[in-house]
Antibody, heavy 119, light 107 residues
C-alpha cells in the first residue's frame, strides 16, 4: 500500500524554524518527484514546493522562496521541508504529496501535519 | 506563473441535481489538468486527470472536459457523498497551481 506519513509540525514563534518530514512506503520513492502542499485553516490548497527524483532540481512558490528548502533522502525514503523565518501566514496543514503528472500515473497524499506560527 | 480561477466559489444543490464547476487558466495548460475532491479534515482525492480521464475507483457520475484554458467538472446526478469542496490543479509547468476551490453545499 502506498503511504505517506508527515511529522514535525507544531507551534513555533514568528521568525522561528521547523523541519517537516514525510516517510514514504509502498512504492519506489527514489523514482518519483515529490511535492509539499499547504492549506491554511478554512482556506484552499496552495502548492508550496517540489523536488525531482534525485533531488537535483527544486521549485518553490513565490511566497516561500528563500525561506523554505525542500530536500530528500532516497536511502531513507524520506522527504523534508526546512522552514525558516516563519510568519503567521505560514500557519497551515502541510501535506506531503506524490501528485499525478505526465510521468507519474498515480496520486497519493499524506494525512497532513499542522504548523502554527504564533507568539 | 499560471493562475487558475474557479467558479462559482460556492454552489448550493440538491441530491439528484446536475452540477457543473468551471476552471479557467491564465494561459494554456493543454490538457494537463486534474480535479480533486476534499472533505473536511481529509486529504484531497484525485477524481479526474488529463482533463477528462476518470481516476480508477471514481464513480462514473463524475466527468471532466476542456482543454487549453477552459475546463469543467460535471457531476451528473449529485449524491449525498458528493457534498465537498472541489479543486482544479494544473500540471503543465514545473510548479503547480490550484484553483481557489468550489464548495458544493446542500440546498
Amino acid at each position: 500500500e502506498v503511504q505517506l506519513v508527515e511529522s514535525g509540525g507544531g507551534l513555533v514563534q514568528p521568525g522561528g524554524s521547523l523541519r517537516l518530514s514525510c516517510a514514504a512506503s509502498g512504492f519506489t520513492f527514489s523514482s518519483y518527484w515529490m511535492h509539499w502542499v499547504r492549506q491554511a485553516p478554512g482556506k484552499g490548497l496552495v502548492w508550496v514546493s517540489r523536488i525531482n527524483s534525485d533531488g537535483s532540481t527544486t521549485s518553490y512558490a513565490d511566497s516561500v522562496k528563500g525561506r523554505f528548502t525542500i530536500s530528500r533522502d532516497n536511502a531513507k525514503n524520506t522527504l523534508y521541508l526546512q522552514m525558516n523565518s516563519l510568519r503567521a501566514e505560514d500557519t497551515a496543514v502541510y501535506y506531503c504529496a506524490l501528485l499525478y503528472s505526465r510521468n507519474t500515473h498515480f496520486d497519493c497524499w499524506g494525512q497532513g501535519t499542522l504548523v502554527t506560527v504564533s507568539s | 506563473d499560471i493562475q487558475m480561477t474557479q467558479s462559482p466559489s460556492t454552489l448550493s444543490a440538491s441530491v439528484g441535481d446536475r452540477v457543473t464547476v468551471t476552471c479557467r487558466a491564465s494561459q494554456s495548460v493543454d490538457s494537463w489538468l486534474a480535479w480533486y475532491q476534499q472533505k473536511p479534515g481529509k486529504a484531497p482525492k484525485l477524481l479526474i486527470y488529463k482533463a477528462s480521464s476518470l481516476q480508477s475507483g471514481v464513480p462514473s457520475r463524475f466527468s471532466g472536459s476542456g482543454s487549453g484554458t477552459e475546463f469543467t467538472l460535471t457531476i451528473s446526478s449529485l449524491q449525498p457523498d458528493d457534498f465537498a469542496t472541489y479543486y482544479c490543479q494544473q500540471y503543465n509547468s514545473y510548479s503547480r497551481t490550484f484553483g481557489q476551490g468550489t464548495k458544493v453545499e446542500i440546498k
